[in-house]
């Protein structure tokens, strides 16, 4: 949507702009144009000098010698001697002499595009852009780094190492993914949170695999050792009486408070844990970092027009890759392909891959089809920086001016740090098996700490007794903390952080509680009213003013006899919510129109494209808003992305909708491994809400269900006891638009979070009978898990069907038209957790009843009957016939006639079930 007036959550303010300056002087242009065969020479450097550097630390990987036939000049016919300005053409004497010899121009490129450090930026779109990379790469590229600093890093590595010993020799059989042959990493880790404290960036987020964690966590970002070792004796790291399952070593968090090394000041840290699905974090990094903007309410989140605070300026994303899962897992292309849209933009990720130049026991050259682990980045036109994981001080460089990049862009930039694993896979992996070659000049190596700790040493400004006595000294200090473990204690701050913090509890692990989330009419006809009222000046659509906005005005007009619909439902949740200085961000494909046109959250003017969210112009004083996040055609970033946010702010409501119901299996991983789990293993409470339309509407095999069975399944709701509300994720399939609104501002009422699992309708949409009274929704009424059926006589009843959803509707039409009035139609809203008290209540009504059907429109190894079956049976005593499709491979057929045939015999079946 081309707003030029941009809409809350992307101020066009908060983008950076483009340089306005021209790349070239005049002067420079003059130059550049006089010798052309000269500058000729220095692009061919810039664009292949690459493939010709000193990065990669292993000699047994750069056996194959090629000629630099690009770099050659002989076909520019320059004379060796000839004497060339270099103002426009080379930037790394800035200050210095101007003018230099072809010779001296030629070693001079050499060093600076052929060495420990090369980078590739001329597929950089903006020219001006592009040159200023070059410029700032080249003018920093030779600056040396102080003694001192020099000193720190070898003391960081050696660290780094002296853990990586202690853990061979006291904890041998345990795999660590040890950081040995990537120590630079720590370097990098450690000049990145200076390059923050100097740039005036208070947050970092960071997500990482497995490669290095521990050291990274222990050594430079004050995870207590204690608690590391506690959990290596196969401790848990919860305090008594917390609920979960935890996770295992290597998916340890932390957030901190870490000073830099310089003194400049301190950067606040977080940590995010990890699942073992490689590259999962990602977006759930930039979701948490977009979230802490908002929070922050600078940026695309800021609510005051002289605001010039642009994303990115307080907190950074940096992402930290395996060269493997960094080409391979389409997570990282869909992350990479959001990082620049609205509504998701966080200012620039800085992106480091510790290359291993081995995927388990894949080589480079089996593991991608490029020529470059980072060759994924220039998708986005993301400046990227090769450098030799063995040379610590380039390795600080290329952070420097990868910082540089991204503040002075807000721009995604990538570091290619090519270095080597000491071991296989792990600790326990024998590496020689299928990498003999290979490992065998790794096995023949002085380790990076030492060799560079014997280079200092060289030299008589390094303090030589020091750097010997750090490896020991790091050493000792760990024997000790490990001696000392009968004295660590859990404490709450090491994992039940993120929902204590918010002033939240765990959930009931035996009961079901009930939240009024009531409000009274006039203020449920305000927030209706409000969300279709837009200036005079907009040019509305015709259809849309008639069709919504007037046939909303006119549903709500009377809270006498108020039906509302829906989406109506939807807006009174989430503009009540607003209200009550709740944000709202509802996220996925098409949302602000809705897939099914429904919801118009946003109108967009027929004659400028200006876009209006009427929910945010509810009030002058109103102090929280609706974010609208449209997204590209991506589900699992996407909804990494949105999960982040939700784990970060508590306090908001975090919606993600399907398109349609089944696309959330694009997303599976994030299901599996952080929504569905994420609190059990890292106490990390979210209130996401998942809306996944359902129905077999004769759509066919996909676009029909939304897999609830896949849901259910892995939800831990218990089959032989009673459940309370701790059950993982709450899955609802209700039937009401009331029961939609009851479910929305619950989220945000209780006192804990649960991600919430809604089968949201399509027909129901807009079917006459789905509609609510406001009666429903008024101050003491709440989401009711079991909807009774007020339109028989208990007494009278013989048969009781069970449904879930939209299928109640159909059920009741063929009751109506046929006069079955001795069957009940008993709608369960909440699936899980499991309300068997509320279904006990309901069976009770009915004495006479002998016949209970479980009645689904889907097919039976598919929907709730796998689920509800056994439930009924252990917990209440009572077994259901089952009337629904028959067991097939797909959710529905492809063919008109026969859902047309299926669907009526599924409804009639059920009245005459056996």
């Not at 990586?164 to 990493?185: I, L, N, P, Q, W």
């Not at 108020?562 to 200085?581: F, P």
């Amino acid at each position: 949507y081309h707003s030029g007036n941009g809409c809350y959550g992307h101020r066009l303010a908060a983008n950076t702009p483009s340089l306005s300056e021209a790349p070239w002087s005049e002067a420079e242009l003059d130059n550049r144009a006089s010798n052309a065969n000269v500058l000729r020479l220095a692009t061919a450097y810039r664009d292949h000098g690459h493939q010709y550097s000193t990065v990669n630390p292993l000699r047994c990987q750069n056996t194959e010698q090629r000629l630099q036939r690009e770099l050659s000049t002989s076909s520019l016919r320059l004379s060796s001697s000839q004497r060339v300005p270099t103002a426009g053409i080379l930037h790394h004497n800035l200050g210095g002499d101007d003018a230099l010899t072809v010779d001296e121009i030629r070693s001079t490129l050499q060093s600076l595009y052929c060495g420990p450090i090369s980078v590739e930026a001329q597929h950089i779109p903006d020219e001006a852009e592009r040159e200023w990379f070059i410029r700032e790469y080249e003018s920093r590229r030779f600056t040396p780094l102080g003694d001192e600093r020099r000193q720190q890093l070898a003391e960081i590595m050696l660290k780094s190492q002296a853990f990586d010993h202690f853990m061979t020799k006291r904890y041998g059989s345990v795999k660590r993914y040890s950081c040995e042959g990537a120590e630079g990493m720590l370097c990098f880790v450690d000049q990145l949170l200076a390059s923050c404290a100097s740039a005036g960036v208070e947050q970092v987020v960071i997500g990482m695999a497995h490669r290095g964690r521990l050291n990274l966590m222990t050594d430079l970002l004050q995870y207590p050792v204690q608690a590391m070792l506690h959990k290596l004796a196969g401790n848990s790291l919860l305090p008594e009486g917390t609920q979960g399952e935890e996770d295992v070593l290597m998916h340890l968090y932390l957030q901190n408070d870490i000073p830099t090394s310089d003194g400049s000041g301190s950067v606040n840290v977080t940590f995010l844990p990890n699942p073992s699905h490689l590259e999962a974090v990602n977006p759930v990094a930039a979701g948490v970092a977009r979230s802490r903007e908002q929070q922050l309410t600078t940026a695309h989140y800021s609510t005051e027009e002289s605001d010039v605070s642009a994303s990115g300026d307080k907190v950074l994303c940096f992402q930290v890759h395996g060269d493997a899962a960094c080409v391979a897992q389409g997570i990282v292309t869909e992350t990479l392909g959001i990082s620049q849209l609205p509504h998701f933009n966080t200012g620039g990720s800085v992106h480091l891959i510790i290359n291993n130049q081995l995927g388990f026991t894949t080589p480079s050259d089996r593991g991608r089809s490029s020529a470059y682990a980072s060759d994924i980045g220039k998708g986005i036109g993301a400046p990227v920086l090769h450098v030799n994981g063995d040379d610590p001080e380039a390795v600080v460089r290329a952070c420097e001016i990868a910082m540089a990049y991204r503040q002075k862009f807000r721009k995604d930039v990538f570091v290619d740090m090519l270095c080597y694993r000491r071991w296989g896979h792990n600790e326990m992996d024998e590496a020689m098996f299928t990498q003999p070659v290979m490992y065998d000049e790794i096995n023949h190596r002085v380790s990076v700490p030492d060799a560079y700790a014997s280079k200092l040493k060289a030299t008589a400004a390094m303090d030589a007794a020091k750097l010997d006595s750090v490896a020991g000294d790091y050493f000792s200090w760990l024997d000790k903390q490990q001696s000392s473990l009968a004295d660590f204690k859990v404490e709450d701050k090491l994992c039940c952080y993120q929902w204590k913090d918010a002033g939240l509890q765990q959930a009931h692990p035996a009961s079901l509680t009930s939240w009024d989330t009531g409000l009274p009419a006039d203020e449920l006809q305000f927030v209706a009213q409000k969300s279709v009222e837009v200036p005079e000046s907009l040019d509305i659509h015709p259809r849309l003013e008639r069709a919504h906005v007037l046939a909303r005005i006119a549903q709500v007009a009377d809270a006498t006899t108020a039906k509302v619909d829906w989406a109506t439902a939807e807006c009174m949740a989430m503009g009540s919510l607003l209200l009550d200085g709740t944000a709202v961000r509802i996220c996925g494909q098409d949302v602000g129109r809705g897939t099914f046109s429904h919801r118009h959250a946003m109108v967009v003017d027929q004659t400028t494209d200006q876009l209006y969210i009427p929910l945010n112009n509810m009030k002058a004083d109103q102090q929280a808003f609706l974010e609208i996040a449209n997204s590209p055609l991506s589900e699992e970033a996407v909804m990494g992305f949105e999960y982040g946010m939700s784990i970060n702010n508590t306090k908001a409501l975090h919606i993600w909708e399907a398109q349609f119901g089944d696309f959330f299996n694009g997303a599976q991983i994030i299901l599996d491994t952080y929504i569905a789990s994420g609190e059990t293993k890292w106490q990390f409470q979210s209130g996401m809400v998942l809306l996944l339309p359902n129905g077999m509407d004769g759509a066919g095999p996909e676009h029909s269900s939304c897999r609830l069975e896949r849901f259910l399944q892995m939800s831990d709701s218990k089959e032989d006891g009673v459940d309370g509300d701790a059950v993982n994720w709450h899955i609802a399939y209700p039937t009401t638009p009331a029961q939609y609104y009851h479910l929305l501002r619950r989220q945000m009422v209780r006192n804990f979070r649960k991600p919430l699992v809604v089968a949201s309708p399509k027909v129901l949409l807009r079917l006459p009978a789905a509609v609510s009274p406001l009666t429903s929704m008024a101050p003491g009424t709440c989401f009711e898990p079991v909807l009774s059926d007020g339109q028989v006589n208990p007494s009278k009843v013989t048969e009781v069907i069970f449904c879930s959803g939209k299928h109640y509707y159909a059920l009741a039409e063929e009751r109506q038209k046929t006069g079955y009035n001795a069957t009940a139609i008993v709608r369960l809203e909440l699936l899980a957790p499991f309300p068997a008290h509320h279904i006990a209540q309901e069976l009770a009504k009915f004495p006479k009843a002998k016949r209970f059907v479980w009645s689904q429109e889907e097919t039976r190894n598919m929907g709730a009957w796998s689920f509800v079956a056994p439930r009924f049976a252990s917990l209440l005593n009572t077994k259901l016939t089952y009337c629904g499709r028959p067991v097939t491979a797909t959710p529905a057929v492809g063919v008109g006639k026969r859902h047309q045939q299926e669907a009526a015999a599924v409804v009639i079946d059920a009245f005459s079930a056996k």
